[in-house]
């Protein structure tokens, strides 16, 4: 059995612009983050977004990936935690120095004290 630690972030990173460059955001992060840490990727959802590989990773016995990784998801040009596991301090604040050093400082802003927000999603019942 596995541990898994689920943050309450300080903030939620919010942007100014439609389009972003999410590899230049990549290098910038996985460039300045300590050698002993995971590395940042794109997280393949449809929302799109930011995700870090949990320490024990290939440990973790779970046929669902969004349970071994830290994500973050966009939804109205915000990175959400959602019902998933988000990014913890250190890691939430290298991704926002990396987005505002490729966006423009004045094009990226905290919301503070994590505001709740969910991803809309549709269900769908067959009658």
């Not at 503070?112 to 769908?124: G, V």
């Amino acid at each position: 059995m596995h541990t898994k630690i689920i943050y309450k972030m300080l903030y939620t990173i919010a942007v100014k612009v439609n389009k972003i460059y999410v590899n230049e955001i990549i290098d910038y992060y996985n460039n300045k983050r300590p050698e002993s840490s995971h590395p940042l990727e794109k997280l393949n959802r449809c929302e799109g977004g930011f995700m870090i590989k949990m320490e024990n990773y290939d440990d973790i016995d779970d046929i669902d990936e969004n349970n071994k990784i830290h994500q973050l998801r966009w939804c109205n040009r915000q990175l959400v935690q959602d019902i998933y596991y988000g990014f913890n301090n250190q890691q939430l604040d290298l991704l926002y120095e990396s987005i505002a050093a490729c966006i423009g400082e004045d094009m990226v802003y905290k919301i503070d004290k994590n505001k709740e927000c969910s991803i809309k999603r549709m269900y769908f019942v067959k009658r």
